[in-house]
């Protein structure tokens, strides 16, 4: 099997076949990455059209810094963002007593026993500033490792788990806030 790199190079020659091959490697991760950080399924199919669009786009700009996985992660994370602020910038203001609101979004990948449970916490994650939500996303509910956060947010270590606890920190107290009666 080619390596992701390979297949990269061959989307930037033009290869329809390579860029399905690549499409099919990554789309699960690029889904979910975007269904975590928008919590909308359909946000998320159009993001992650969005990121093969400019997986295609940019397959020349790559430039082997890093691994494919990681820049792919990258787009999709940047993508999300962007998309995320410009949703923002065209929806009302919430009400205050809205804001406690319990989320509808249920994650696909969560098992019916957990799901009020989970309601609760991606309320929570939504509220996160930006590079809080994105390292908390890609480390706990995506589950890569430190380093691979760092690069996709172009950090160091040491300033992604200082992000990582600031989100743990601020999940802690809006966890409180939203189910004040629950204590794990």
Do not use: C
Not at 14 to 41: C, P, R, W
Not at 149 to 163: G, H, N, P, R, Y
């Amino acid at each position: 099997m080619e390596s992701h790199q390979q297949i990269l190079l061959n989307v930037a020659d033009g290869s329809q076949k390579a860029f399905k091959d690549l499409y099919d490697l990554y789309i699960q991760k690029v889904y979910n990455t975007a269904i975590s950080y928008l919590q909308d399924e359909k946000d998320a199919e159009e993001v992650t059209q969005d990121v093969f669009m400019t997986i295609f786009r940019k397959a020349k700009q790559f430039e082997g810094k890093s691994s494919v996985s990681t820049w792919v992660y990258r787009i999709t994370i940047n993508t999300s963002i962007n998309f995320s602020k410009k949703k923002k910038r065209f929806t009302l203001f919430r009400l205050s007593e809205q804001e406690t609101e319990v989320s509808h979004f249920e994650h696909p990948g969560v098992l019916l026993e957990n799901k009020e449970d989970t309601a609760y916490l991606f309320k929570a994650i939504e509220s996160l500033p930006e590079s809080q939500k994105a390292a908390f996303v890609l480390s706990f509910i995506e589950g890569l490792p430190r380093q691979e956060v760092a690069d996709i947010l172009e950090t160091s270590l040491k300033a992604t788990e200082s992000l990582l606890q600031r989100a743990k920190g601020n999940l802690r107290k809006k966890l409180e806030i939203i189910h004040p009666h629950r204590r794990n």
